[in-house]
């Protein structure tokens, strides 16, 4: 590309920080001083460094740029009016209503790979975009990440860069806009680059520390980043928030806030430059490998009926056939993946297999940058662990990305390990996300089935699965729609139906039984969707029985009780009556037999409730 002089470059920057204070103006609120204080540092590298066609969002080819600071959205909405794919008056809607240019960067904009405004989470997925790039689809493309100075107090920004410098990404940039002030004062390091660069190179990056207001020094250090190999690259830019404008430069208190006199502070900036930067397109490259089309169906895992099966073991073998005929599958594990069965996987397509230790964001995080860019991901571990990377798995439904999270040793049923231990809140914490999928199947079958189906949904998709020993309910090819339920024991005589899901189903199998043998006849629905829950099939249990029973082996906040009662709360009836069996009390170590049954979820514990319920009907 011709090259951009300097005094172009300062102009662009000049123009940048124009815009980031017409916007913020015309919105009445948003954040310019920390645009303009990373003013060079969007200019020179949209004018030098980006490889981007912007016509084309999805060229296999395109660089990748991250704004982890994604407050500063102004900075990035002025590029790319800067860019030429929008118009002023496009700039100017910043934040107002039905506008997709949001206060911070969605993916309703087609150069937006990744939703950004939480701090701390730009460069770990930064980093999942760029272990695709290198391992996978093997492409020159850079991941650019511009970060903010405070959000470096983040502990998911450590385990991203310790990652990084683990897998050598030498394909992944860093640059740090170290404007000194936070929201309500200075940062904790203040100006201080050189105690930013030893905590990196003690991670192993290549770090430079420049003046990021001086184009030349800005236009090095990038040039060098992309000459630098075998480890990825941080620039520390020493930056001034409010850059330009007197009144707010460097000084506390002007957080978030446009500026008090927009007109004045564009005439202190010199007035409105109309720079168009032709910006560098990516070079030819070949469509990734990952293709979503299935060379044939997977080879899942068969059983014989009436067998002990764990469903972790069930989802680790089905995971592998998955891969086997789908080049875009992918598995990430967070050093638990002889546990999971992840690790199943990882011995057939090794290549396709993440390690990502124990640092539960990074897991999250790559896996929603893998999925950023084509990939199918399922990530791993504990359903408990899985509560520490909520806020990712929050910004990734935000963020519109497909990403499969398991979750093995759920509740009291993994025994003698004890709470700290137990997933409980999961599946509580997974419905409430938005547009999510919830799985807690009960057998292999099921579980096998449910898996593959969970690489064509949309959205974020959570599969519960079970530590122990479970019998084979169904045959192999008992197909499970995503929504639906099994109905297990029904007849014209019932008196109160059972839901359960998971490890709870047989234990309402072996209390429908007991009961029968006294006369009692109930329904069981195995209610292995819990979100979206099949709403028809509880309505009609409810018009048959008028009672029903939900089991969990869950706190009784958010789970399937939760999820029975929304059910039967919309629909235009009267309601049933309902009661939820849950974990109430704080399990400690114990058997999973004596924990089921301490916690009342156990076949003893369903079949007194059932009597209990119906006792009450016939006093009542």
């Avoid at 701090?119 to 970060?147: E, I, N």
């Avoid at 806030?257 to 030819?284: F, H, M, N, Q, S």
């Avoid at 998971?502 to 309402?508: K, L, M, Q, S």
């Avoid at 209610?527 to 029903?548: F, H, I, M, N, Q």
């Amino acid at each position: 590309m011709p090259h951009e002089n300097h005094e172009t470059m300062a102009a662009l920057a000049r123009q940048l920080r124009v815009d980031a204070v017409r916007a913020a103006d015309a919105a009445g609120s948003g954040h310019p001083t920390s645009s303009m204080s990373a003013a060079e540092l969007g200019a020179v590298l949209l004018a030098r460094h980006l490889r981007y066609d912007f016509e084309r969002p999805g060229h296999p080819g395109n660089d990748r740029l991250v704004l982890s600071k994604g407050h500063a959205s102004p900075l990035l909405y002025a590029m790319y009016r800067a860019a030429g794919v929008i118009d002023d008056e496009q700039l100017l809607s910043f934040r107002s209503r039905g506008s997709v240019f949001e206060g911070h960067p969605t993916p309703r904009l087609p150069w937006v790979d990744v939703a950004t405004g939480s701090l701390g989470q730009g460069l770990p997925v930064g980093v999942g975009m760029a272990l695709a790039g290198k391992f996978l689809d093997r492409a020159p493309y850079r991941v650019w990440v511009l970060s903010g100075d405070g959000e470096m107090a983040e502990g998911s920004v450590w385990e991203a860069v310790e990652h990084a410098a683990y897998r050598g990404l030498d394909n992944l940039t860093l640059i740090v806009d170290v404007n000194r002030l936070g929201q309500r004062g200075p940062t904790r390091l203040e100006h201080d680059l050189g105690a930013y660069a030893r905590r990196l190179k003690a991670f192993g990056w290549h770090t430079r520390e420049i003046d990021g207001h001086d184009v030349a020094a800005v236009d090095e250090a990038l040039t060098e980043a992309r000459a630098t190999t075998g480890a990825p690259t941080a620039i520390l830019a020493a930056t001034r928030k409010g850059r330009g404008v007197a009144e707010v430069e460097d000084r506390d208190g002007k957080h978030g806030k446009p500026l008090p006199d927009a007109a004045a502070a564009v005439a202190e900036l010199g007035g409105r430059p109309d720079v168009t930067i032709p910006v560098a397109g990516p070079p030819a490259t070949p469509a990734p490998s990952a293709a979503p089309a299935r060379s044939a169906e997977p080879e899942l895992p068969r059983y014989r009926t009436g067998d002990e099966v764990a469903t972790r073991d069930a989802f680790g073998k089905a995971l592998a056939a998955l891969g086997a005929v789908r080049e875009d599958v992918v598995a990430l594990d967070g050093e638990v993946g002889d546990s999971t069965r992840a690790d199943l996987f990882a011995k057939e397509h090794p290549e396709r297999y993440f390690e990502c230790w124990i640092a539960e964001q990074q897991l999250v995080a790559a896996a929603v940058g893998l999925a950023v860019r084509g990939y199918v991901p399922y990530a791993a571990t504990f359903g408990a662990f899985l509560t520490r990377a909520y806020d990712f798995v929050r910004m990734a439904a935000v963020s519109r990305a497909g990403i499969n999270l398991v979750g093995s040793h759920a509740g009291v049923a993994i025994g003698q390990d004890g709470p700290s231990q137990m997933g409980l809140e999961d599946l509580a914490m997974f419905r409430a996300v938005h547009g999510s999928t919830v799985l807690y199947p009960c057998d292999a079958h099921q579980t096998a089935r449910l898996t593959a189906a969970m690489a064509d949904l949309a959205g974020v998709r959570y599969l519960r699965t079970t530590r122990g020993k479970t019998p084979v309910l169904y045959g192999p090819d008992e197909d499970f729609p995503i929504g639906g339920s099994k109905v297990l024991r029904a007849s014209a005589d019932d008196r109160a139906t059972v839901v359960a899901a998971g490890v709870t189903v047989p234990e309402a199998l072996r209390a429908a039984d007991e009961l029968a043998r006294g006369g009692v006849s109930v329904r069981v629905i195995d209610l292995y969707s819990v979100k979206p829950v099949d709403a028809e099939t509880l309505a009609e249990a409810a018009d048959r029985t008028g009672c029903l029973i939900t089991v969990e082996d869950h706190r009784p906040e958010g789970g399937l009780g939760d999820a029975v009662a929304e059910a039967l709360a919309a629909v235009d009836r009267p309601p049933p009556r309902l009661c939820r069996l849950a974990v109430y009390d704080m399990p400690g170590s114990a058997s999973p037999e004596e924990q089921l049954h301490a916690a009342g979820i156990d076949a003893a514990g369903i079949t007194a409730a059932v009597r209990t319920m119906l006792g009450r009907l016939v006093t009542a």
